[in-house]
């Protein structure tokens, strides 16, 4: 329950209404209903009636959201892109992603989007989906990189699911090895979108469901071992920005984005991801 109010005053010309007192969660679909109370009697509930927040981004202390199904971003847009209406931003080719500056640093939290224009056999080995980073430079050579990869042709092996992230400096570095990204060959679906979830604390695990919250096929993680000074070393970019896409194909030597893929219903935080963020939406699958 979000809201339970007592006491509320009948208003003037028998019409009653109340205003919450905290915000309410954009780009979500709340229910409510109400009744009667005079001295000890209580009617019965109204029936339940329901209503959408505002479709809304916002960038604020520990939390992010980017809806990008109606033509803007709270992001900037960098490259070639189309916003697809009721879909989300298309990247329509390796050098074009969207970079957030988060309005704070996260050693620890969830970075989960949905992504479609996915197929077998994209036309490079490591493709990006979605990266952070310490650097609006050339993330390759971030000491704080974070990517997620759909690998295409010569991908070691082709079409895997793959990952990395540094810890301060390459040399402390998880990653995907060839046994895991062997048993992470995967033949998506381009006009399915995809539910990926990257959470990163003492480790990296990345999972991808058919939809938000259902149909887990692929879950891989990987804890850290890198101490200083008998403490697990932590995730700390400073800045701290998000990307949609890549952008390391501008500089090299890696691939950039995966060329057309689809993105929206973007969160990044310090928390696991509200169940009815996004619930607003309406969106195909």
Same mark, same amino acid.
């Given at each position: 329950m979000l809201a339970h109010q007592t006491g509320v005053a009948e208003g003037a010309g028998g019409t009653t209404s109340f205003t919450p007192d905290f915000d309410l969660q954009p780009a979500t679909h709340f229910y409510w209903r109400a009744r009667l109370v005079q001295g000890t009697a209580a009617s019965e509930w109204t029936a339940t009636r329901s209503f959408n927040t505002a479709i809304v981004g916002y960038n604020r202390a520990g939390e992010l959201y980017d809806p990008l199904i109606y033509g803007t971003s709270i992001g900037t847009i960098v490259g070639s892109t189309t916003f697809l209406p009721g879909q989300g931003i298309k990247l329509n080719d390796k050098f074009a992603y969207v970079r957030y500056l988060l309005a704070q640093p996260l050693s620890a939290g969830e970075f989960s989007l949905e992504i479609a224009g996915l197929s077998p056999n994209g036309p490079g080995a490591k493709?990006?989906? %979605?990266?952070?980073? @310490?650097?609006?430079?050339?993330? %390759?050579?971030?000491?704080?990189?974070?990517?997620?990869?759909y690998r295409?042709?010569?991908?070691?092996? @082709?079409?895997?699911?793959?990952?990395?992230?540094?810890?301060? @400096?390459?040399?402390?570095?998880?990653?995907? @090895?060839?046994?895991?990204?062997?048993q992470s060959v995967r033949a998506l679906d381009p006009a399915h979108f995809y539910f990926f979830k990257m959470t990163w604390n003492d480790g990296l695990r990345m999972i991808i469901q058919n939809a938000v919250g259902v149909g887990t096929t692929y879950d891989v993680e990987y804890k850290s071992t890198v101490y200083f000074d008998k403490r697990l070393i932590a995730y700390a970019p400073n800045p701290h920005y998000a990307y949609l896409g890549g952008n390391d194909t501008r500089e090299g030597p890696e691939d950039g984005t995966w060329p057309g893929e689809i993105?929206?219903?973007? %969160?990044?935080?310090n928390k696991p991801r509200p169940a009815s963020l996004g619930s607003a939406l309406a969106l195909p699958r």
């Open positions: 493709l990006k989906l %979605f990266e952070m980073s @310490d650097t609006t430079g050339n993330t %390759f050579n971030s000491p704080w990189l974070v990517t997620a990869q295409g042709v010569a991908g070691n092996p @082709d079409n895997a699911i793959a990952y990395k992230m540094r810890l301060g @400096d390459p040399a402390y570095q998880l990653e995907t @090895d060839g046994n895991d990204r062997a993105v929206r219903n973007v %969160f990044i935080g």
